[in-house]
């Protein structure tokens, strides 16, 4: 079982009935980063779930065009072929509600940097349903960045991360240890399932005429598993 249908099954057999059929959201502010999310999207639609993707604003805007924000994440998914809900044209908190009455049985956000987005889809806003993470980056290549005891290490321990019902992270034994070491929910929330993105990645550098396919040790392995 791959990265992809492994973070699926996952959340699927969270269910009591595993043949039910779930109701997944997936919030888009940033197009760039969807491929850490792209294969899950397809595989939650392969298997007949109801993934509702919905584009929404980020506060990367330097000139105060906030707006264009959510226009280039719908463009972006328009060139995808990705159907999806625009909520870039009303408030967050009226998009918070809507998302309730929508009834998910998980969500998932791109990133753990609350200030990124509007604040009606804050992590404590989204906390009435299971949050999922799927990060864009492997934990394990911020290992470098010390941090101190008297230090919040944002990597593992901001709010969004202690709000999440399942952080999908690498196989890697140096990024679990840095949950353990510096989350104050320890692994509790933690899934070994390989990160999606690496295997995105993987199979788009297929396509292309490389002599030695890159390899990403440890990222795409088939034993997923709940710490």
Known sequence: MDTT???????SRDQKN???KLRII???HH???IDSLLTIIHE???????????????????NGEVNKTEESNHMGLEALGIKHLRFGSIDSY??????KHLNPDYIFRQSPWDNDIEKGYSAK???????????????????????????????VDQEF?????????????????????NSILSSLNVVQSGLPKYEYITNQLNFYPFPDSPSFPNCTDSSSKKN
């Open 5 to 11: 249908r492994g973070t699926v099954s996952l959340i």
């Open 18 to 20: 595993s043949q039910k």
């Open 26 to 28: 997936f919030l888009i």
């Open 31 to 33: 197009i760039a980063v």
């Open 44 to 62: 939650a639609q392969k298997r007949g779930h109801d993934s509702i993707v919905i584009t929404i604003k980020n506060n990367f805007a330097t």
């Open 94 to 99: 009226e998009g918070l509600e809507l998302i």
């Open 125 to 155: 806003n989204l906390s009435f349903c299971k949050v999922c993470y799927t990060p864009y980056y492997g934990i394990q290549i911020t290992e470098d960045f010390n941090v101190s005891s008297t230090q919040q290490d944002l990597h």
């Open 161 to 181: 991360h202690r709000y999440a019902y399942a952080i999908f992270i690498e196989n890697s034994l140096n990024s679990l240890n840095r949950f353990k070491e």
